[in-house]
């Protein structure tokens, strides 16, 4: 696997031979491999290689959207913009790919499904019997294919969940099949990541995982024309060779992954390994020769640095690190452009529940996230924690639900409201100063019926919000059905809570802040979905910047 390979790559002038093309990427032996990391990572590369490139993820669950499932079993709800809740791997195809994607993006076996019957309901397949095959695996390739007509794209990178040989995936991978049979090999080109585990016991790179789940995958109808290799560490010539032998993958197509210190560095290792080369070749790519210089500027600035700033993410998720993906990768962000390394210390909210005693590990932190979530279990540890935040100097950044209980927090210990709370939590609380959002009252079903997706935000001035900003209009996502109880809003803000921004009118509150305090900031969206590893979220970075002084020092960001 010399890494000379992909400097042959791309160096024609017109920009594709036919199009679309289409990348199938499945994975197998088990899950959590990166499978998201590695389609982002291919996509990435056909982008720096003057390609148009978007993706696609394939979540064969029944759900409709992971909307109504549990972070903790699935991982983050991701929001776009134009409102979809979306499987965490749209998040990483944004980050990666610096585009906004849409709910089209993301397709389930519920939305198929649903579809599929409610053409049968209008008499679409009068007299026919409806079948998976053809009338599912059509309207799969319908949505694959409806995506890259209007996305314009020159490759659609298309990710399917899950792990080969999973029953709920069989419709999508014999879809996926039918699709290298019409559209050709010229057009097509499969993509299976698998894992090569080191046993601590013999020390060797085993491939029998490998073998057995490209026999599978072979058994289903596909033969796949890359295999990508998780691992610890660098696959060895050996090793890369029999994966070749007993795949029928050429050596050349038998691609190493080794874990790397950031994700960021990911497309520049694949290249390396020659990733580009089988897949131009097939698909008869001719784009221009793939520049990295600003993706190596990018993931340059991700390396070790001499000073950590250490974040408390005070959350009630926090048994799974992806339930908050997006906070912690814009986090680390803001910690990559504000020169520091960032460790970040994750707390179940529920601790600070037993005793004030509890908060004192608060007291090492150099900033506190309160980051979003529902229902009321952990609900009084994060308002405790926000009351420590003001009462400490520690910088504190609250996002949607923490903007929601610092506000909480904030009217039963400076205002006195002692039995102040959301009405989400205390339906008979006497100070609702978190209410239902109006337009909720009349609602009963629970999926897709938040308000979301992207909302302009009118910025206040003077205020930090808008020296962070330098606008006066932002633009932000939501997933929320309470919000400030504007009735409190005055009282709040006499007593030092100062509202900076508002939406839709001023209906909405959008931020907080107290102004005498080193670092006190909510937001009622989630900045955290718009950041970008060339382009880090401004409340972020401002939030980092006064961790990294420890809360000695008020931030104030040029406008």
Not at 373 to 396: C, D, M, Q, S
């Amino acid at each position: 696997m010399p890494s000379s390979r992909s400097s042959r790559v791309f160096q024609g002038k017109e920009r594709v031979s036919k199009g679309p093309k289409y990348v199938f990427v499945t994975g197998g032996v088990m899950s959590g491999l990166g499978k998201g990391i590695t389609t982002s990572s291919l996509a990435k590369l056909l982008q720096l290689s003057s390609l148009k490139v978007t993706c696609i993820k394939v979540d064969p669950y029944l759900n409709f959207d992971a909307g109504t499932m549990n972070p903790i079993a699935h991982g983050e709800v991701f929001v776009t913009d134009d409102g979809g809740e979306t499987d965490m791997d749209i998040g990483t195809y944004e980050r990666f790919l610096n585009e906004d994607l849409s709910k089209a993006n993301n397709i389930t076996t519920g939305q198929v499904y649903r579809k599929v019957i409610e053409d049968e309901r209008r008499g679409k397949y009068l007299g026919k019997c409806v079948q998976i095959i053809p009338h599912i695996t059509d309207e799969i390739k319908r949505r694959i294919r409806q995506l890259a007509a209007d996305s314009g794209a020159d490759v659609l990178v298309v990710e399917c969940g899950g792990t080969v040989g999973d029953i709920e995936s069989q419709p999508f991978i014999e879809a996926f099949r039918q699709m290298r049979l019409e559209d050709g090999v010229a057009s097509t080109f499969f993509v299976h990541v698998t894992l090569a585990p080191q046993l601590d016991v013999v020390g060797e790179m085993k491939t029998k995982p490998t073998q057995h789940s490209v026999q599978e995958l072979r058994r289903i109808g596909i033969q796949p024309d890359m295999v990508i290799v998780r691992s610890s560490r660098r696959l060895s010539k050996d090793a890369a060779e029999k994966i070749a032998l007993f795949t029928s993958v050429p050596i050349s197509s038998v691609v190493s992954n080794a874990d790397l210190a950031s994700i960021y560095e990911v497309p520049e290792a694949l290249y390396d390994e020659g990733v580009l080369a089988p897949i131009s070749a097939q698909l008869q790519l001719r784009g221009a020769k793939t520049d990295l210089s600003s993706w190596r500027r990018v993931a340059a600035r991700f390396g070790a640095s001499s000073k950590v700033v250490t974040v408390a993410m005070v959350g009630k998720y926090v048994t799974l690190n992806d339930a908050y993906v997006s906070v912690n990768q814009a986090l680390q962000h803001a910690a990559a452009a504000n020169g520091v390394g960032l460790r970040v210390r994750w707390i179940e909210s529920e601790d600070f529940e037993a005793g004030q005693s509890k908060l004192g590990v608060l007291k090492s932190v150099d900033g506190i996230v309160l980051p979003q979530g529902y229902g009321k279990r952990g609900t009084e540890g994060k308002i405790a924690a926000a009351n420590f935040a003001r009462e400490n100097g520690v910088p504190l950044l609250g996002l949607c639900f923490g903007f929601q209980l610092s506000i909480v927090s904030f009217a039963r210990n400076v205002l006195g409201l002692k039995k102040a709370n959301s009405t989400e939590i205390d339906l008979v609380t006497p100070d609702p100063v978190i209410d239902l959002l109006p337009e909720q009252r009349t609602i009963s079903d629970l999926g897709g019926t938040m308000r979301l997706g992207g909302h302009d935000i009118s910025i206040q001035r003077p205020s930090l919000a808008y020296d962070i900003y330098g606008r006066t209009t932002i633009r932000g996502r939501h997933r929320h059905r309470f919000e400030l109880n504007q009735s409190y809003m005055e009282r709040l803000e006499e007593a030092g809570l100062h509202f900076s921004a508002f939406s839709d009118g001023g209906r909405r509150a959008e931020i907080l802040e107290i102004r005498d305090h080193p670092f006190f900031m909510g937001t009622q969206y989630h900045p955290e979905y718009l950041s970008r590893p060339e382009a880090p979220e401004p409340i972020f970075s401002a939030f980092l910047r006064a961790a990294k002084g420890n809360g000695r020092q008020k931030v104030r960001v040029p406008a």
